[in-house]
């Protein structure tokens, strides 16, 4: 694991103790885990993005990189490695993009989604977005076990068992209440962004990508993955997970991503 340098890119909300999920993580010096919940929230999403490529770039000058998007740091993981194959020509970059959303304009998603409601406000109305992210900080505050509730109340597949596991509990529970209140504008600016971007976007992520994805997940459906292999330019495998879904896909992703 020594040749490789890793780039883990967190969920939203999330944040990168995510990576206490997995078994087993690689050497401190070989991973970068930006928490994007609070960084330079200042920036627009634009400039934001090339100061983590900036970053990742000072941080590994050199060597085989691989990133590692969940959930909505998919996403992040894919404009950034398109960033950085316009820069670092050459580079051995591989994507791992585990439970990741599509572009909205891929699919009829939102109907089947459990945040769709959410994505459908920031599209539609992104003033009550933003009043609503703001509420959802003083819930996980308050109350971040009823938040707990809330969200996981839909919890499908292997994520029924997580979602009742004590451990993660508590971890979600500490990781919803920074996300969404210290973490808020970092959360507003890339949601945001995402339900703005479209499939074409897709045609820049030339680096080699590998999907995880749950067939039971109900927060990033199955279609989304699939949108993705048909678009993405340089698709090397698609791994699916029967049962599993959103965390529980995450889970069993990062035991063989980052397997010695």
């Known amino acids: 694991m020594t040749g490789t340098n890793f780039v883990y890119f967190h969920g939203q909300p999330g944040s990168p103790r995510e990576l206490d999920l997995a078994a087993q993580r690689p050497d401190p010096a070989n991973l970068f885990a930006p928490d994007r919940r609070c960084d330079h929230t200042a920036l627009g999403f634009d400039a934001y993005m090339d100061h983590l490529t900036d970053e990742i770039l000072a941080k590994f000058p050199s060597g085989p990189l691989r990133m590692v998007g969940f959930s909505m740091g998919a996403f992040i993981a894919m404009d950034v490695s398109s960033r950085l194959s ?31 409601a959410v994505f ?67 959360y507003r600016r890339e949601i945001l962004a995402y339900v703005r971007a479209g499939a074409d976007q897709l045609a820049r992520v030339t680096a080699p990508v590998t999907l995880w994805q749950g067939s039971a997940d109900n927060w990033t459906p199955p279609a989304m ?26 889970k069993a992703a990062l035991l063989e991503i980052f397997r010695p």
């Open 86 to 116: 316009a820069r670092a020509l050459g580079r051995d970059v591989g994507l791992d993009l585990i439970s990741p959303p599509a572009p909205l304009d891929t699919g009829h998603y939102l109907p089947h989604m459990a945040g769709g």
């Open 120 to 186: 459908n406000l920031a599209a539609n109305a992104p003033w009550a977005f933003n009043i609503m992210t703001r509420l959802q900080g003083r819930l996980a505050v308050s109350a971040p076990h009823l938040l707990y509730v809330l969200l996981f109340s839909s919890a499908a597949g292997a994520d029924r068992d997580l979602a009742s596991d004590e451990a993660f509990k508590a971890r979600l529970q500490d990781l919803l209440a920074g996300s969404l209140q210290n973490g808020a504008r970092g």
């Open 225 to 250: 993955a699939e949108a993705l292999a048909a678009h993405l330019p340089n698709l090397s495998a698609f791994r699916r997970f029967p049962g599993l879904s959103h965390y529980s896909t995450l």
